[in-house]
Structure formats: structure tokens, C-alpha cells
């Protein structure tokens, strides 16, 4: 069983609490981080808390924690649950407060709630799904506006995985105003004659703490990056895709609405940022 972590106790999974009056629950208001677990050690973990605490201000929500605790809880939960691959997943909701009400709480009164766990994925950096390559299914984008901020907010790509289950795809990436946002639960890039195109950060988007790894250490090996917006035409066309987030590194995509991209195995741009992101990130993870 579990060992977790809530408002400041580690606890067995089925001891863990929260009352029917949290907000995270009631409302979906509340932001999360997943932390990828290589060998033990956080993948990225300033990069996660950074953004962290950026969903937390645009929300204007107050942390319960600081950094330098929240590191000490993620480090604490992989050393009793003996994560070597996995995640460790975190949400700060705006807590409990007497009663259901639309306005937020007074912070003074009704402190954030915070919990952590792990997820035990042993060979979750040598999936073998990485060999083969994901098929994706292109839905509309229905989300709300702030999709910058981290929520637990999550009902629609939860849909839209199960859209795609149902058309026997393994993923969707949403299409707005015509233009691919992103997945379900990653950031998507198609590759064009050599160079990586994805779409800018904006609103619109989650901004990728894997996407901007991704990127930097594709610019440093010397590999053309575009960020602008492109539509599922172009990507159909494209000669390889690939979609990332912390949980699946870098993921290549090898089939779009049924169009096979190239020859429908994973590209090589693809398989060597995956390469390139397991190494690098392995080697600074704390
Ligand atoms: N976009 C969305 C909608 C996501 O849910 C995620 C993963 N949580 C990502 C992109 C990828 O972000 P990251 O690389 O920080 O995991």
C-alpha cells in the first residue's frame, strides 16, 4: 500500500481525508504538477515548481508550502514508496471552507490543501510504446480560456482520451480556430523537412516544462525549431510528429485520423530527442 501525503502527514492511502467541502472538489479549483521519477530522482523538479507557483498566482492562491518543503515531501514519498521510475503527482486546492459558496474563501480562514502520491511506473523510460509510435484522432477544442494555468479542471481530455479509445486511437490533439493546440495531456510538434514546429506559448496552451527541455536541447544540437501554429493537413503531411509531457518524455506519433505519417514507424528527429531528453535529464536530476 501507498504511503501519501496530506496538510502535512504521511499517511497509508486508505487513511488519507478530505472533506467534502474542498473546493478542488467541489469546484475543480485547484492546480496540479506531475514529476517524472528516473533512478530514483526528480526529472526537472525546479522547472515543475516554478510553474507551480505561477498557476498558484494567476489563481491567486497561496502555497501551504515552500519550495524547499515541497522538495523534501516529493523526496520523502519516493524514498517510502521506493520509486525508481515513476511519477509523483501534487495538488494544492483552495481548501475546505464552511460552505459551498462561489466567492473564494478568505485566505486567513481557509487554508490551501495539499496532497501528494506516487505513481510506481517500473520501465517507464524504456515503454515499449516509444518503439511503436501513438495514433492520434483530431477533436475540437472545447476548453476553457486559461489553459497556461495548471487546474485540475480535467473532464474534457479525459473525454477526449476515451473519443479516442472509442475510434481505436491512442490519444487526440485538439484543433482550434482550425490550428492544433496541443494534447489531451502533452504538447504536440509535427517535423518538416528536418525542422520542429509546434505551437507558440500562449493562453492557449499548457506551457510543457518537457516542451521547453525539449526544445532548448533541440536547439542545442543544432536542430531548426519554429514555433507557430499548424493544422492537422499539414500534419498529416508532415514526415514525422511526436508529442511530449513529463510522464512520456518524448512520444512519437506515428499516425494521424488514419493517415499514416512516412512509413508509420517512429521518425528519427523523434527518437533522438527522446535520447537526448532521457540523457540529458537524467544526468541533472536531483
Ligand atoms: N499540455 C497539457 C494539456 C497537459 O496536460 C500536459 C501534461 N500535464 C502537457 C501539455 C505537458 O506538460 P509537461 O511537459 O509539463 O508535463
Do not use: C
Amino acid at each position: 500500500m501507498r504511503t501519501v501525503y496530506v496538510n502535512g502527514d504521511y499517511l497509508p492511502e486508505n487513511e488519507a481525508r478530505i472533506s467534502i467541502f474542498d473546493r478542488g472538489f467541489l469546484m475543480a479549483d485547484g492546480v496540479y504538477e506531475v514529476t517524472s521519477v528516473l533512478d530514483g530522482k526528480l526529472i526537472d523538479f525546479d522547472g515543475h515548481a516554478v510553474r507551480l507557483q505561477r498557476s498558484l498566482d494567476e489563481l491567486e492562491m497561496a502555497s501551504p508550502v515552500s519550495k524547499d518543503e515541497l522538495l523534501a515531501i516529493h523526496r520523502e514519498l519516493i524514498a517510502r514508496n521506493g520509486i525508481d521510475q515513476g511519477m509523483v503527482y501534487l495538488q494544492i486546492t483552495r481548501g475546505a471552507p464552511a460552505d459551498r459558496d462561489f466567492a473564494y474563501p478568505d485566505p486567513d480562514e481557509t487554508t490551501p490543501t495539499l496532497v501528494l502520491f506516487t505513481q510506481n511506473k517500473p520501465g517507464l523510460a524504456d515503454s515499449p510504446v516509444a518503439q511503436k509510435g501513438l495514433s492520434v484522432i483530431s477533436i475540437d477544442d472545447i476548453r476553457w480560456g486559461r489553459r497556461d494555468i495548471k487546474t485540475v479542471q480535467l473532464l474534457y481530455p479525459s473525454m477526449g482520451k476515451m473519443l479516442a479509445k472509442k475510434a481505436g486511437a491512442d490519444d487526440a490533439w485538439m484543433v482550434q480556430d482550425g490550428y492544433v493546440t496541443e494534447g489531451t495531456s502533452n504538447n504536440a510538434y509535427i517535423v518538416k523537412d528536418g525542422k520542429i514546429i509546434t505551437r507558440e506559448r500562449s493562453q492557449d496552451i499548457l506551457h510543457g516544462i518537457t516542451r521547453a527541455a525539449v526544445l532548448r536541447f533541440a536547439q542545442e544540437a543544432q536542430m531548426v525549431v519554429e514555433e507557430r501554429n499548424f493544422t492537422i493537413d499539414e500534419a498529416k503531411a508532415a514526415d514525422e510528429a511526436f508529442v511530449t509531457s513529463a510522464s512520456t518524455f518524448v512520444m512519437p506519433v506515428v499516425e494521424i485520423d488514419g493517415t499514416k505519417l512516412g512509413d508509420g514507424t517512429p521518425g528519427r528527429v523523434a527518437s533522438r530527442l527522446r535520447e537526448i531528453y532521457l540523457e540529458e535529464s537524467r544526468k541533472a536530476a536531483i
